[in-house]
């Protein structure tokens, strides 16, 4: 059955489309039918361009083993509907209770740990595997969103207090001429919402070009995602909300206190700047409460761009050089196992000619690669399996001799595989450190044996710890085995190379394709972009909070430069005073602006206890970083005051200038 996006680009949405026949991974299959437009499959963001019958799984999707019969398999959803009248919780037991079978009845492949777990479905946002880190990241993000909506929203009210401020004589004037003071509070508020709206269209507008660029972005991904990220009513009417909210919100409390004006008294003040001192001390608190989150969200940032620059120093343990990297299968139906080990044989010695490559290799399963890892219970004479369980899990990977030098992963002792070890041959193993010094601490692990069930293993060698799951995890024992005794239709190769690497994977490509038309070729990619795949959600955390910090720190600066230069601006007389009576330019500049850097250094300190609290928070985010890192600590505030200078020394400079005969003169 085809999906109904790949019928509509393939098929031209042709109804002739049904009955046609489709060569898949080989294999001839007859189109049935074409999934309606509203089914995307089962989990979001993944959307299927062919359906077929889970009895196919063998075909599609070629295995060393029979998931229709393999009992260890743990990479299968089961999706169910409640019958009428049965609760979650009895469905949820029906789970424990088939997990504690398969360990009664499997118990070599179902270990003590082992369980199924029953989700609502309203409650998966994308995968329930992966929304373990998707909710948190969500989470980390909004708030980092509203932590730059409060400094912009209080910009937005510290200019309303201004505005207010300089037209405190107006609606005294309205006042007394007969206003009612809830019409002058309507009015105030529409300017604030209109000003708010115009932000928030704007803002909208930039967030879907920047939607755009990240749906077209080419991102190191492992397999496509496919996400609607069109804005829908639900957005919208939230953008509206939250525009029409932040406008009402930030714009009442100075619509109220410009509304609440003495009206003798400001009448007959002919001073410039009547507002009165709590003013300016809402104003100050708003200037405040910018520094500080500023430097909260400046702190993250460094710390998420440090922890990103300590997993970029992280040493993979293998993919040194530039190299070309394919994952295909074999189709099973025009090969056996003998041709097969006889085409992958073929295969690296005519990539090992290509121009350029210096190394090929075989692998089943690539170090990093999160869709495929696979492991192998053993035992180990005299070390114990954990609690409750009779063996130890290990992950491994079948490989060819040619892996250790096309990926660089060395090999520390012993010696590598070599074509005696063959199938018929005594079983052997290649062990990491981690491995060697798990179960053979202070000995040598060479010539040691580990068993899988009926088969004994002999250590040949000892390589080099890689990283198997993720650049940030401890080492982890693992296990080579050589290809010849450990038979896989669907592999990894990998080609070093001393020329480019894109065009080495072109080369390597054709030639596979020349060999077999009909190989399944499921992914090509440079080494590069490979271990990119594990870096991408830190690389995207940093550069969005980093540019989030950017922005607060440029819209704290504009707030406290727009108030400290308001503040300057109402002081007009007392500076033309001051200059008339021969005072030192250069110490009414330093007056003025020491009161900006007062806000600035209480701001400081509220920031700094937030965002040391934040940093413990976000600790099992961060990788290599000391959630009190004393370089951030010290560099952002250094920062914070040397942009809050130049935000109060310049409008404070240019009020030096002044003309005190102008200045007197002023009302």
Request: charged share 20%; with cysteine; hydrophobic share 50%.
């Amino acid at each position: 059955m085809l999906g109904y996006a790949y019928w509509e680009n393939r098929y031209a949405r042709d109804p002739g489309a049904v009955g046609q026949d489709i060569r898949l991974n080989g294999r001839s299959y007859t189109i049935v039918g074409v999934a309606p437009r509203e089914y995307t499959g089962n989990l979001r963001g993944l959307m299927p361009g062919v359906y077929a019958t889970m009895m196919m799984v063998g075909q599609l999707n070629p295995s060393d083993f029979d998931e229709l019969k393999s009992r260890g398999s743990q990479s299968s959803f089961l999706k169910g509907r409640l019958a009428p009248g049965a609760t979650f919780a009895e469905a949820d037991a029906w789970g424990d209770r088939q997990a504690a079978l398969f360990k009664e009845q499997f118990p070599n492949q179902w270990t003590v740990d082992q369980e199924i777990t029953m989700v609502r479905t309203a409650d998966v946002i994308m995968n329930p595997m992966i929304d373990r880190f998707i909710v948190p990241a969500a989470g980390l993000m909004m708030g980092v969103v509203g932590l730059v909506l409060l400094i912009a929203c209080a910009n937005l009210a510290s200019f309303l207090l201004a505005q207010a401020a300089d037209r405190w004589k107006e609606i005294a004037v309205r006042l007394a001429l007969g206003a009612r003071r809830g019409r002058i509070i309507q009015q105030l508020l529409t300017e604030s919402v209109l000003l708010a709206g115009v932000g928030g269209l704007a803002g909208f507008g930039v967030s879907a070009l920047l939607l755009k660029l990240l749906v077209t972005a080419d991102l190191p991904l492992p397999f496509p995602i496919a996400l609607d990220l069109a804005a829908d009513r639900t957005v919208l009417g939230f953008s509206l909300a939250l525009t029409l909210g932040a406008g009402m919100f930030f714009g009442l409390v100075p619509a109220l206190q410009a509304s609440n004006a003495d009206v003798a008294p400001t009448l007959k003040d002919e001073g410039t700047g009547g507002g009165k001192p709590r003013r300016v001390t809402l104003r100050s608190a708003l200037v405040v409460t910018q520094v500080a989150v500023s430097l909260v969200l400046l702190v993250g940032s460094g710390l998420f761009l440090r922890s990103l620059q300590a997993r970029l120093d992280v040493d993979p343990g293998f993919g040194y050089e530039p190299a070309a990297v394919m994952t295909f299968a074999i189709p099973k139906d025009k090969y056996n196992e003998e041709e097969t080990q006889v085409f992958m044989r073929a295969l690296q010695e005519e990539a090992a000619q290509l121009p350029g490559i210096t190394a090929v290799g075989l692998t089943a399963d690539l170090h990093l690669s999160s869709l495929n890892n696979m492991s192998m219970h053993i035992v180990v004479d005299g070390v114990e399996p954990p609690p409750g369980a009779e063996f130890h899990n290990v992950e491994w990977a079948g490989v060819t001799p040619g892996f250790f030098g096309a990926t660089g992963v060395q090999i520390l002792q012993g010696r590598n595989f070599d074509h005696s070890d063959a199938n018929d041959a005594p079983r052997v193993a290649i062990v990491s450190e981690a491995m060697a010094a798990r179960f053979w601490p202070g000995k040598s692990a060479i010539g040691r044996t580990l068993r899988q069930q009926d088969t004994d293993y002999t250590v040949v060698g000892i390589a080099r710890d890689a990283k198997v799951r993720s650049l940030g995890e401890s080492p982890r024992p693992f296990i080579y085995r050589n290809y010849e005794q450990a038979f896989s239709s669907a592999m990894t190769l990998v080609a070093a190379t001393t020329g480019d690497d894109q065009q080495a994977v072109l080369d390597v490509l054709t030639l596979a394709r020349q060999k077999e038309p009909e190989l399944l070729v499921m992914e090509t990619k440079t080494m590069d972009r490979h271990l990119a795949v594990s870096l991408l959600p830190h690389r995207l955390s940093a550069v969005i909070i980093s540019a989030f910090g950017v922005i607060a720190l440029l819209l704290a600066s504009i707030g406290l430069y727009g108030v400290v230069s308001y503040a300057v601006s109402t002081r007009s007389r007392e500076v033309g005073i001051r200059l008339a009576l021969g005072a030192d330019p250069k110490k009414v500049v330093s007056m003025l602006t020491r009161g900006g850097l007062r806000l600035v250094a209480v701001g400081t300190v509220l920031g700094l206890f937030a965002a040391f609290a934040l940093a413990r928070l976000l600790g099992s985010l961060l990788y290599g970083v000391p959630a009190g890192d004393p370089v951030l600590f010290v560099a952002v505030p250094v920062l914070m005051a040397a942009v809050a200078f130049l935000a109060a020394w310049i409008p404070a400079r240019r009020a030096s200038f002044v003309n005190p005969v102008r200045a007197l003169k002023a009302d």
